[in-house]
């Protein structure tokens, strides 16, 4: 398929807003991608249009049925002014196993990247530039066809819209409160908790709004059969620092394939720190810190990069990491990755990709 892109660009530019008031997901830019699928023809009729509403039948499958996916990734402003995209073949990856999984059709990786790079450029100057801040990439893909009854679609829309986003977290890069949830469960091995589909955000809202009425920032998921082996935290992956080696869950079908957690886990290795991927339990990491070898937890996602935890509640137990300060690895992590990021320091890996 050609991936000549044709762009329509608005009449009515709306006003930016400054870098520092921007918060996430707030401001949407003034264009979108669009691309429609059917059963004859495949993907087709790629463009770039005015941000604004999608038309859609009271009986679309995605309304009653969830047939959804979508990704999330980041575009950087370098210092020479370009605009820089972290491992979006990663994202092509991710959004070609959901596809998989929730039955929708499949997309060239190459089509997807272009997409993101036509309507990236076309809004490039909605790119923030203040330290911390980026412009949220959110491709998605719904399905269309006006059809009650369960089966796949049979036409579908993809669409990117684009957001300047600033801190994902109100504390910013400070340590957050966790609240461990051992009631409601999110996934299950064989679920749908290794695709990227809403179903699996709605289904931790209630436990979410429950731990930020405490006092926490999010909720960390157990498994959904034993309830006591660590998943991952609401909107990131999860690790700990034990007797100096980092830990973090295995992917095994029911946590998301975090872009930042294989990202994390290279910089690791490459630092020579000792890495480990592998199922732990809750009491696990409440018996480490008892005994003094825990000393750092944090989250790893595109939405915050590193996210170190202060606080870990379950059940009537309360444990402080360290020193309630963010920990050296947490903060190493932080830097290099936001300096890769960026184009501030060299980029070992060949992860990014110039607009």
């Known amino acids: 398929m050609a991936t000549t892109i044709p762009v329509t660009r608005t009449t009515s530019p709306k006003a930016k807003p400054r870098d520092e008031e921007l918060g996430f997901g707030r401001y949407f830019t003034d264009h979108m991608f669009l691309m429609d699928a059917t059963a004859d023809q495949g993907w087709h009729d790629p463009r770039v249009v005015p941000y604004g509403p999608l038309t859609l039948e009271p009986s679309a499958a995605v309304l009653h049925y969830s047939q959804e996916i979508f990704e999330g990734l980041k575009a950087y402003r370098s210092p020479r002014g370009t605009t820089l995209l972290f491992r979006p073949d990663k994202n092509a990856a991710r959004l070609d196993h959901s596809c998989e999984r929730m039955c929708m059709p499949k997309m060239d990786a190459e089509l997807f990247l272009s997409a993101i790079k036509s309507v990236v450029a076309t809004d490039s100057d909605w790119v923030p530039r203040a330290p911390g801040t980026s412009l949220y990439i959110r491709p998605a893909m719904i399905a269309t066809e006006p059809f009650l009854g369960v089966r796949p679609s049979a036409s579908y829309l993809f669409f990117i819209i684009l957001s300047p986003v600033g801190a994902y977290y109100a504390e910013g890069f400070n340590p957050v409160k966790i609240l ?107 018996t480490a810190s008892k005994n003094g070898r825990l000393s750092e937890v944090f989250g790893m996602g595109t939405a915050a990069v590193i996210s170190p935890v202060c606080e870990l509640a379950y059940k009537e137990e309360k444990l402080t990491i360290g020193d309630g300060k963010v920990g050296p690895l947490a903060q190493r992590l932080f830097d290099d990755i936001s300096a890769i990021q960026r184009g501030l320091k060299p980029d070992p890996h060949g992860w990014m990709v110039e607009i």
Not at 231 to 238: A, D, H, P
């Open 180 to 286: 461990v949830e051992d009631h409601y469960v999110r996934a299950v091995r064989g679920g749908t908790g290794d695709a990227k589909t809403g179903g699996n955000y709605a289904a931790s809202l209630a436990a979410a709004e429950e731990a930020h009425h405490k006092g926490y920032t999010q909720v960390l998921w157990l498994d959904g059969v034993e309830r006591k082996y660590i998943e991952e935290v609401g909107s990131m992956n999860i690790a700990f620092v034990i007797d100096n080696e980092l830990v973090t869950p295995s992917l095994n079908g029911s946590t998301l394939a975090g872009i930042t957690r294989d990202t994390v886990l290279q910089l690791a290795r490459d630092w020579d720190i000792r890495v480990a991927e592998r199922q732990i339990s809750i009491d696990e990491v409440f």
